[in-house]
């Protein structure tokens, strides 16, 4: 009797113990309970008409819903333990239990449920066989069709998206079809293996690049493959896809976005794709000219930069950012009304944004120019009160260094070095730009030696920087240290090998010098393969030819270089081949306009001095 008391009592406990827990799960399930249901009834309430719908529509709605709307507690409880188990460090079996579950109802939202548990557990072969599971059971459904595609991009299974992507490209209604094929690049970014994605994508787009193609569709086709092989390195297959993609259609805007792209590598024929379409095209994007302003500038060809930003400007006032370059290009180039003109406009059209956001660093960067500006004209304090409307922090060093220059052009240059030594440090990079905006106001007060030794204070701490280095080989030369100077330049080589700018400077110095000349011409030529459209490089070319006795080809490559960059010490040497060759006239009219582009130019002077020339 004791014995079955026990017993009972025993089974009374466990029997409590149990429920207990049940309970406490429960109280779990009672959570998620809620959210099954609307998962459950979604079909149902999507599907639920405004009005009453004919026999045919309500036979197809009852279809639909089915499934789920016939839900019994069997499968209920069972997508509720699929979650529980999955929310619980279980998601291996959440994931079968809601699969299942899929596979019963024929439900797209539990397959996508199961997908989502498999790829929030990083199972990507189980996530992979839900999505398969789901677009076998719904052969036109998009979304199963895109997780697969997805996925298997994921699992760097490229060689496998052939297929998912013919069939997006298959289910994907004609007026989307613009969208998904300017999103496929995007949708391959993080593939490992971006020749073979760049093969697959071609193979699947292939109905769409022939002949028979709708040339809209053909030309953004061509521009999809054009972005793969690009993204894969390969330059010249982007280039020839971008050319067919512009025969399709000449005005689609595509071809001429990669080309942009393109002029880095391929500058000549990519400019051409570009050219074509905005001389072509009087509707031209303004964002799309404004690329190849910006494009343009990077190449150093300021003068048809000046000239794409006039258009743009001219044909969409209202667009803020061309103002801002071209406001900066014209500062930079001298023209002081015409800058403060552009400046102002821009200044205008930000502070018309609403928030500070929306009005962006440029603000900040306008501020400064006109500051700049206006220290040209020795108006300091129309300067420092450009420089006080300065709100973002991250622009400090710079409005900083700009009243440093004003205290110097004042001369007050230790108070500037002060004002720039107080600036805190939060990141490494605020320490490099304090020195470069030191080593800066002393160069431009012709404090050479204390630059020397700021920036050899600098390379204690960074003792192999490159561009601290070549910073360092600039002063020496001003200080006529020139071996010390070609050491620190060959130390610049021997760091960063593309470095053109060494290259160049060293050349130059030898040419400048009228010795080792062949040598020099070497180095020039090196720098010319890392920089080709640098007119200062082309210059130095232009220099050494002259010194070598080729004064026909120094005057064709001065000619060239000047055209692309007008700029006084260009002058100084055009002007002085040319003076050679006889043709004074035409050297005092190159000299004139040196001279009103930068009237202190110190090779200008010079020259001038030394040829015995007033102008």
């Not at 609403?354 to 108006?379: F, H, M, N, V, W």
């Not at 000047?562 to 035409?586: C, F, N, T």
């Amino acid at each position: 009797m004791f014995a079955r008391q026990r017993q009972t009592l025993t089974g009374r406990w466990e029997t409590q113990e149990r429920a207990f827990n049940y309970h406490a799960r429960m109280k779990k399930i009672s959570c998620l309970a809620f959210g099954v249901l609307w998962l459950a009834t979604l079909p149902v309430l999507a599907q639920t008409p405004t009005t009453e719908p004919s026999g045919l529509a309500q036979a197809k709605a009852a279809e639909k819903a089915a499934p789920l709307s016939a839900l019994d507690s069997q499968l209920f409880y069972q997508l509720l333990v699929g979650e529980i188990t999955a929310q619980e460090g279980e998601p291996a079996e959440g994931f079968a239990l809601m699969l299942d579950a899929a596979r019963k109802t024929g439900s797209p939202q539990l397959y996508q449920r199961a997908t989502e548990i498999a790829l929030q557990s990083r199972s990507g072969d189980a996530a992979l066989q839900a999505a398969k599971a789901w677009a076998e059971a719904i052969p036109d459904s998009r979304e199963a069709n895109r997780f697969v595609l997805q996925i298997l991009i994921a699992l760097g299974r490229i060689a496998d998206t052939a297929e998912p992507l013919k069939k997006e490209l298959r289910l994907t209604p004609d007026i989307e079809r613009f969208s998904v094929l300017a999103s496929i690049p995007r949708a391959y970014a993080r593939a490992a293996d971006k020749t073979a994605a760049a093969t697959v994508v071609e193979e699947a787009l292939s109905n769409y690049l022939g002949g028979s193609a709708d040339p809209a569709t053909a030309s953004a086709a061509w521009t999809t493959v054009s972005r793969m092989r690009l993204a894969a390195g390969n330059s010249r297959g982007a280039l020839e896809a971008a050319q067919r993609a512009q025969v399709a259609s000449p005005l689609a805007e595509g071809p001429p976005l990669v080309a942009l792209e393109l002029m880095e590598t391929v500058p000549v024929e990519a400019e051409r794709i570009v050219l074509q379409y905005v001389d072509g095209n009087p509707k031209a994007l303004p964002e799309l000219r404004m690329g190849y302003a910006r494009a343009l500038l990077d190449a150093q060809r300021y003068a048809e930069s000046m000239t794409q930003l006039q258009v743009v400007t001219r044909e969409k006032p209202d667009f803020a950012d061309a103002w801002l370059v071209l406001g900066s290009l014209q500062l930079q180039e001298n023209q002081l009304a015409q800058a403060q003109t552009s400046l102002e406009r821009y200044v205008t059209l930000a502070q018309q944004q609403p928030t500070p956001a929306e009005r962006g660093p440029g603000l900040s960067q306008a501020y400064l120019s006109l500051a700049q500006l206006a220290e040209k004209r020795k108006d300091y304090k129309g300067a420092e009160a450009w420089l006080g409307k300065i709100e973002n922090s991250s622009e400090m060093v710079q409005a900083q260094a700009r009243r440093a220059s004003i205290l110097a052009s004042q001369g007050k240059l230790e108070q500037g070095r002060q004002l720039l030594r107080q600036l805190p440090e939060k990141t490494p990079a605020d320490a490099r730009l304090k020195v470069n905006a030191e080593v800066a106001l002393l160069r431009d007060a012709k404090q050479y030696r204390m630059a020397y030794d700021t920036l050899a204070q600098a390379l204690v701490k960074k003792p192999d920087d490159p561009e601290l280095i070549y910073d360092q080989a600039m002063m020496a030369e001003k200080l006529d240290m020139l071996d010390d100077m070609e050491r620190l330049l060959r130390q610049v080589i021997a760091l960063k090998p593309d470095y053109h700018h060494a290259y160049n400077a060293l050349g130059y110095s030898l040419a400048d010098r009228n010795i080792r000349l062949p040598e020099a011409r070497e180095l020039i030529r090196q720098a010319l393969t890392y920089a080709p459209s640098d007119p200062f490089i082309k210059d130095s070319l232009g220099w050494v030819e002259f010194r070598l006795g080729n004064r026909a080809e120094a005057a064709g490559i001065f000619e060239a270089a000047y055209k692309a960059k007008p700029d006084a010490e260009i002058a100084a040497h055009y002007g002085e081949v040319l003076w050679s060759m006889g043709q004074q006239d035409r050297a005092i009219a190159i000299w004139k306009e040196g001279k009103l582009l930068n009237p202190d130019n110190e090779t200008l002077m010079e020259t001038l001095k030394r040829l015995r020339v007033k102008l």
